[in-house]
């Protein structure tokens, strides 16, 4: 082919513009750390990259609302363990009034001392969380027990929430508070009944139902725990979740430095022969040059 | 016989000839930096139809363009600008659609539908609701965002439009006028309308990057040319002018030649690029984002209806419902997304009947994000969001690898072009000692025929 000054030139041009277009990319991922620039960089990496993001916002908000559903649970757990101990102690009150050997006044210093603890769980059956009455079903607003007389009455429903902690997984955030205190409060007004009355019997035969008031607490308690340890394996296995996204986002969109450093390398080492061959091509001596 | 004195009339024309020869050396060494420039070639032949006749007998000037050459250099020059501009152009798309960094789209579209979802957890608290609203508030930000950006490029597209057609005018005229001026430079000094004619071609590869045409030569020597579909542009020595007028139903540029409106026919060079991107990319954008901001508006408004709000009263309007301007068109929706909703109290997320406490219709709210509420109800919201980004991007690499694939051919078409027509100096430097030794030679020649017949002369009248 004849090859003219002009051609020569032309190709030494476009040689150096890719040779100056690659070390620019190479230069652009080293300093970002990044593969992907804009889209056109792997169209099908941006898409996928966009579905990871949503991904990783949802494991956000399922974490958020492991949190709070633990928070909750938590809180009426140990509001729970706490009405535990006080019907213990209403029930100790209430076998000493039983025994034959008290009088009358006795039963009612007992009688007043059951009120006393029966006041302090009505206060914990309307304990609030983050402004929550969480004992109220959804009528969280409302203090859901009342009390007239001895007798307690419950204003909530059984409506407790279940919200989603993990794709497809949902977790109920408490207990209805009719199940977990109305045979508490049930009892509690037998007892008290009995011991007004001076009547041994009776109180006999409310202390009865206690066993079951324990043990209703019992399995009210066992199904808050076996929640909580459904959340906290769901927690470690939102956070693996979420390191194994951050893994996929980073194999799709993080440059690899050694390579992009190789790279450039090259790129400057084959950049340099070209111009300084290109500079001999320039400065090159045409026939002119010899024959003067 | 031939007589001593004949032999001077053949050295007058010896000298002639080299120095023609000499003077076209000069010419193409003059031009080797004039990368329209055709080197022009002495021939030395009995052959009359080798070229252009110098007046000198025997001596013909050559000076060959390939029209094979020139027609696949200006369509390579149509695409490579064509598609060059367009990935140009679509780089400025994907940076409105897709931020490098900060949120996009996507991630709006994500939040806002995450609100809900945590809302669920806290439905009576203040604060979670508050955050669904400003989470909305920012999705109808972004949709705001994305729409102008890619309106505003739009625009600022049309408005090259004018200004391009003006360059493509003059340029026509300006091949027009030649047409005129090469016969009558070929009439009047033969040899003298090649450069014209190499002034011709760089200007129809001129307007080869600016737009897409055909042309040819025909027998008198000017050149037709046509738009893609045929319409006359210039014929001889007459050009017709392209005008802009506005379009309907958007009032961008159109293009009309002789009154008819040849638009959508302009798909190559820069100007097709431009029209491609302009009536096509960006409005098939936009059209997208009014579908997605359509569909969510009316399935959030619906949802949000159906449950109970802190109050116990029924959702009322999440987002302004959006009308649309006509049947199967959501056009607008996305630039004028905007919150109904001003109380967070207002927003429904217990189900109808039940306390304020109860989240069903949060969780239903959130679920919409995972609906196949898409392309035939195939697609969740970012399901189709990813589809639209995984086009865009297609589209750019498509164009940027189009773009790079011709101009590598055009390189190498000009490559060819040049090892046939351009200077080269190494050639010019053997023509000059070659012309000048025969001019030698001849005057030599002459030299001696005047001693010969000096010799004679002295001879005769000694």
């Known amino acids: 082919m004849r090859v003219t000054q002009s051609i020569a030139y032309r190709n030494f041009l476009s040689d150096l513009s890719s040779l100056n277009e690659g070390s620019n990319k190479a230069l652009r991922e080293i300093s970002s750390g990044k593969k992907i620039s804009s889209l056109r960089d792997s169209p099908s990496g941006c898409a996928r990259l966009s ?25 009426a757990d140990s509001a729970l363990n706490e009405v535990n101990n006080l019907i213990t102690g209403i029930h100790t ?7 034959g050997t008290i009088g009358a006044s006795e039963r009612a210093v007992l009688a007043g001392e059951v009120r006393s603890l029966r006041d302090q769980i009505l206060s914990l059956a309307n304990s609030q969380a983050r402004g929550r009455y969480i004992f109220a079903g959804s009528l969280v607003s409302v203090a859901p027990f009342a009390i007239a007389g001895d007798t307690v009455t419950c204003a909530g429903n059984d ?37 007004d009355a001076n009547d041994p019997g009776a109180i006999e035969n409310a202390l009865g139902r206690f066993p079951q008031v324990f043990s209703g607490l019992g399995q009210v308690r066992m199904k808050i725990g076996a929640n909580i340890g459904l959340l906290q394996n769901i927690q470690s296995s939102l956070e693996t979740s979420r390191i194994s996204l951050a893994e996929q986002k980073s194999a799709i969109e993080d440059a690899d430095l050694a390579e992009s450093v190789v790279e450039l390398k090259r790129i400057q080492t084959a950049l340099e022969a070209a111009i300084s061959a290109g500079g001999s091509l320039l400065g090159k001596r045409n026939l002119f040059d010899i024959i003067g | 016989m031939p007589s001593i ?19 076209i050396t000069q010419r193409n060494i003059a031009n080797a930096g004039n990368p329209s420039y055709t080197r022009q070639e002495v021939i030395f032949t009995n052959d009359e139809e080798a070229g252009i006749s110098s007046g000198i007998p025997g001596v013909y000037l050559q ?19 064509g598609y ?16 490098e960094s900060g949120t996009g789209l996507a991630e709006a579209i994500s939040e806002f539908f995450g609100s809900f979802n945590r809302l669920s957890s806290t439905p009576e608290d203040p604060v979670s609701r508050q955050q669904v609203l400003t989470s909305a508030k920012a999705l109808t930000l972004e949709f705001h965002r994305v729409y102008a950006g890619l309106q505003r490029l739009q625009a600022s597209e049309d ?22 001026k090469i016969p009558a430079a070929k009439a009047s000094q033969p040899g003298s309308e090649l450069t014209l004619r190499d002034e011709r071609q760089k200007l129809l590869e001129e307007l080869s990057s600016i737009v897409g045409i055909d042309y040819f030569e025909t027998e008198s020597g ?20 392209l005008e802009t007028a506005p379009m309907v139903p958007d009032p961008f540029n159109g293009i009309q030649l002789n009154g008819s409106d040849i638009t959508a026919f302009l798909n190559s060079g820069k100007l097709g690029g431009l029209i491609q991107v302009r009536d096509g990319t960006i409005p098939d954008c936009l059209k997208t984002l009014d579908d997605i901001a359509a569909t969510i508006i009316e399935r959030v408004n619906q949802q949000h209806a159906l449950g109970n709000d802190l109050d116990g009263l029924a959702g009322g309007d999440f987002f302004v419902p959006f009308a649309q301007p006509a049947p199967g068109s959501n056009q607008g929706a996305a630039r004028n997304i905007q919150v109904a909703l001003a109380d967070p109290r207002g927003i429904a997320a217990a189900s109808a009947g039940s306390g304020p406490g109860n989240n069903e219709n949060a969780k239903i709210m959130a679920a919409i994000e995972d609906e196949k509420l898409f392309y035939g109800a195939s697609e969740s919201v970012l399901q189709f969001f990813s589809g639209f980004l995984f086009t865009i991007g297609s589209e750019a690499r498509s164009a940027e690898d189009n773009a790079l694939t011709h101009n590598g051919v055009l390189g190498q078409l000009m490559n060819q072009r040049d090892a046939e027509i351009a200077v080269n100096l190494d050639e010019e430097a053997v023509n000059i000692i070659k012309f000048q030794k025969a001019y030698e030679a001849s005057a030599r020649y002459a030299n001696t025929l005047i001693t010969l017949s000096d010799e004679l002369i002295n001879l005769l009248g000694g």
């Open chain 1, 51 to 75: 579905s990871i993001n949503a991904l990783e916002s949802r494991i956000d908000q399922y974490t958020s609302n492991a949190g709070d559903s633990s928070y909750f649970l938590q809180t």
């Open chain 2, 63 to 81: 000076s060959r363009r390939n029209q094979y050459l020139d027609g696949g250099i200006s369509r390579q020059l149509q695409y490579a600008k």
């Open chain 1, 93 to 99: 009150r209430g076998s000493q009034a039983a025994t």
């Open chain 2, 5 to 23: 004195l004949d032999g001077l009339d053949n050295v007058e024309q010896a000298l002639a000839a080299q120095q023609f020869a000499l003077s």
């Open chain 2, 84 to 99: 060059e501009f367009a990935s140009e152009a679509l780089r400025q798309i994907e940076s409105a659609v897709k931020p």
């Open chain 2, 159 to 180: 408005t090259m439009v004018p200004q391009i057609v003006r360059e493509i005018n003059a340029l026509t005229a300006e091949i027009a006028s030649l047409n005129e």
């Open chain 2, 222 to 241: 000017s050149v037709t040319v046509t738009t893609g579909q045929g319409g006359a542009l210039v014929l001889d020595n007459t050009s017709y002018e």
């Open chain 1, 159 to 195: 409506d407790v929430n279940g919200v989603s902690v993990q794709q497809g997984v949902e977790v109920v955030q408490g207990v209805s508070g009719s199940e977990a205190f109305d045979a508490v409060f049930d009892a509690i007004e037998d007892l008290l009944a009995g011991m």
